[in-house]
């Protein structure tokens, strides 16, 4: 794997570059920092014909973008901007002295597919130009991963299975949200009933190598048993056990193909038992761990 390859603008413009690194086949991360001396329409162009999926994690400040198209997207400090294009031209924009660091995955499609499979291929990335998919506060989870991605100086990551195992719980953190159909009931949850939901979901994303229990669920977010259970269905189609069940098996498929061994991938999901974990996640995937891993080697 070769090292981060960096793009710098010229200092007239201000203190602003981009570094690249290629992690797999089709899975790249990109890290960013601008302080542009003036208002700054960066001309920014995608025509290589490729379909991809783009997670942006702001890490700090506010920036955006337009497309020719007229889509716009919006980058803010802890929030995570989901989108998908090909062969999208627009400008990213920067204020005048106001630090921007941001964090990009970039999936291209057969990534996708691996992981969303063909529906998910088809219902994600558009034939042409950007689709906006998802704006939302960034898990405590993820912002652990994505800190450490963007990690400069001290003590930077090198170990190509650390770098996998992050870039990969990033794309599995944004994996039950992209993947769950539409709400049509959640309206009849309140605003801040869906704002604890959220944040029951980014405690299982963050705490799932604990043994959660809907009780200690509901103690952490505020809401009665009967309302987490009745809401998660509404909002994420599943019981908060599925939901829970469906984050770990996710996230123990980035760790396995990312290299990891059997027993360290079921304890970072909260088995403590390796043979229990080899048959929760055998009746979830359909195939075995060791399966898995084998196709790594």
């Not at 990534?111 to 042409?128: N, S, W």
């Not at 996710?250 to 970072?268: D, I, K, M, P, S």
């Amino acid at each position: 794997m070769a090292g981060w390859s960096r793009l710098q603008l010229p200092d007239t413009v201000g203190d602003c570059h981009a570094e690249r690194l290629d992690i797999d086949h089709g899975l790249a991360v990109v890290r960013s920092r601008y302080l542009p001396r003036r208002d700054l329409a960066e001309h920014s162009a995608q025509q290589d014909g490729a379909r991809r999926l783009i997670l942006t994690f702001a890490l700090q400040g506010d920036s955006g973008y337009e497309s020719q198209g007229g889509e716009r997207l919006a980058f803010s400090a802890g929030f995570t901007t989901v989108s998908a294009a090909r062969d999208s031209v627009g400008e990213r924009r920067y204020k005048a002295n106001e630090p921007v660091a941001q964090l990009r995955l970039l999936v291209d499609e057969d990534t996708v597919a691996r992981y969303f499979g063909e529906q998910g291929r088809h219902r994600l990335l558009p034939d042409a130009g950007l689709r906006p998919l998802a704006f939302g506060r960034t898990s405590a989870a993820s912002a652990a991963h994505a800190a450490a991605l963007g990690r400069r100086s001290a003590q930077p990551i090198q170990n190509p299975l650390d770098l996998h195992i992050h870039a990969l719980s990033l794309l599995a953190g944004e994996m039950c949200a992209l993947q769950a159909p539409a709400p049509a009931a959640a309206g009849r949850l309140s605003p801040q009933d869906i704002r604890k939901l959220e944040q029951a979901r980014d405690l299982m994303q963050a705490q799932m190598q604990s043994p959660l229990t809907v009780a200690y669920l509901c103690a952490s977010v505020g809401l009665g048993e009967s309302k987490l259970q009745r809401g998660c269905r509404e909002l994420f189609g599943a019981s908060p056990y599925r939901l829970l069940l469906e984050l770990r098996m996710r996230r123990a498929l980035a760790l396995l193909e990312a290299g990891a061994q059997v027993a360290q991938t079921a304890w970072q999901v909260g088995y403590a038992h390796p043979a229990n974990f080899s048959a929760a996640f055998t009746r979830f995937h359909g195939r075995a761990p060791k399966a898995v891993r084998g196709r790594q080697r």
